[in-house]
């Protein structure tokens, strides 16, 4: 992997618009062969570097821009621009409902797989099943090419793990406004039915109606509110790190460490998630405890001693495949007390402050996590949800004069690096839905329900 310093300016931001087709010079839509109406280019996501190495440091959850006028007749192609972090383009139907992600009964909820305790590791005891199904009006695409405002039209999940298109065209023949979200960075409040989170809108006018605005001046907008978050995740950032692993007391004089999962900025005009652990290295003694906890969420978990894939497709001969959700990535398992070896996972950790009934989906959470040490070494965790985007870190327990619990510089040249490495390459090549075991880590909204 290339170490070079990724720094997004304003030149480079240029360049990336330029190569998705949105650059300065395009004074106005391009014209669309459907219906004879304009085609106007817009982007979902943005990953944003700000620190060596190829992999995104944050995210922005946001569409661009936000809001869009156009007239009937005309279409939009949505382009992504996040890396690998998933996102859809869903315009739900007339009846507003939100689709779940998964198909099957949760955990706990009766039925066949339900009635399982949290605790062991998934699909393993307790009646829980190591797959769910997940729900293809979720996951894959669905509707046709126009959207009037009555039937659910979804992109289905893109991003550059998977093989193909990284863009979706939708027509709009009808006038009306219209509202659309991203599936996976949205969620619906289940007494109000509001939904939150990732979300855009899109005024079509009567056909021959004037636009407010042109394709160029669109993508300057474009590119000033992706410059505005990129300067506010460094901002953002520089304050994350100034956080001190402060250890308190543990029992019969051990200590505990206090290490933060993820950060979520709090600020609502700024949809920006970071995408690490914000200890990259925790030294501790043996006897020592590192408790972890997600102040701001993002849903992410823990997970000591091998990979846990979110999601599996398993090809069919004819149609889409079908999805899974693996209960081992998204289930605790292990224990309080870490030897060196095992498959610990801590589960969907939850902001301290989320109400009753809000926690992590339709999966059992934890609003903290704690692991002992009991032997000697340096062990590696993920988050894996996240770690295909560089989320990891270690903890490095010694038999010394104390632990410093300190930051410390990002983990380079381990030996299990090329074992990354090979996983990721797998990732990009075999998404492909004709290849069979093929997995995708997709990023989940705390407000998933």
Excluded at 363 to 385: D, E, N, R
Aim: with cysteine; glycine share 16%.
């Amino acid at each position: 992997m290339s170490q070079k310093l990724r720094i997004i300016n304003s030149s480079l931001l240029v360049t990336s618009l330029l190569a998705l087709g949105l650059g300065a010079g395009n004074a106005s839509a391009s014209t669309s062969a459907q219906a004879g109406g304009a085609n106007w280019q817009a982007v979902v996501g943005h990953e944003i570097f700000t620190e060596q190495g190829q992999k995104g440091t944050w995210q922005s959850e946001r569409f661009y821009p936000e809001a869009l006028i156009v007239s009937a007749g005309d279409s939009i192609t949505w382009k992504f621009d996040s890396g690998v972090e998933p996102h859809t383009v869903t315009f739900l139907g007339a009846d507003g409902k939100f689709p779940d992600m998964a198909a099957g009964p949760p955990p706990g909820a009766g039925g066949p797989g339900g009635g399982g305790a949290p605790g062991g590791p998934g699909g393993a005891g307790g009646g829980i099943p190591p797959q769910i199904p997940g729900n293809p009006l979720f996951f894959f695409k669905q509707g046709g090419a126009s959207y009037d405002g009555s039937t659910y039209v979804n992109s289905g999940v893109l991003s550059a793990s998977i093989p193909g298109a990284r863009e979706y065209t939708l027509n709009f023949p009808k006038p009306g406004t219209y509202r659309y979200i991203c599936l996976i960075h949205s969620g619906q409040d289940p007494q109000t039915g509001k939904v939150e989170g990732m979300v855009g809108t899109l005024v079509v006018q009567a056909a021959g109606g004037s636009t407010s605005k042109t394709q160029a001046q669109i993508n300057s907008d474009i590119k000033a509110q992706a410059d505005k978050d990129e300067t506010k995740a460094r901002e953002l950032e520089v304050q994350v790190k100034k956080s001190v692993n402060t250890p308190t007391a543990g029992p019969t004089g051990t200590k505990v460490y206090h290490a933060i999962v993820g950060y979520t900025s709090e600020d609502p005009a700024y949809p920006l998630a970071y995408m690490r652990f914000v200890y990259p290295r925790t030294s501790i003694n043996v006897g020592d405890t590192v408790e972890w906890t997600s102040p701001t969420g993002g849903f992410h978990n823990v997970v000591f001693g091998g990979e846990a894939d979110i999601f599996s497709f398993q090809p069919q001969p004819n149609g889409p495949p079908n999805v899974f959700l693996n209960t081992k990535a998204l289930l605790p398992a292990g224990g309080a007390t870490y030897t060196g070896s095992g498959f610990y996972n801590s589960g969907i950790l939850e902001p301290p402050n989320t109400p009753p009934g809000q926690e992590g989906g339709p999966f059992p959470s934890a609003k903290q996590y704690s692991l002992t040490f009991t032997q000697a070494g340096t062990y590696h965790y993920v988050c894996s949800i996240h770690d295909e985007q560089g989320m990891a870190a270690d903890v490095i327990v010694g038999n010394g004069a104390g632990g410093s619990g300190e930051p410390g510089m990002p983990r380079t040249g381990s030996s299990n690096d090329w074992l990354y490495g090979l996983l990721a390459l797998g990732m990009a090549f075999g998404m492909a839905l004709a290849a069979g075991g093929v997995a995708l880590r997709l990023r989940g909204s705390a407000k998933l329900n």
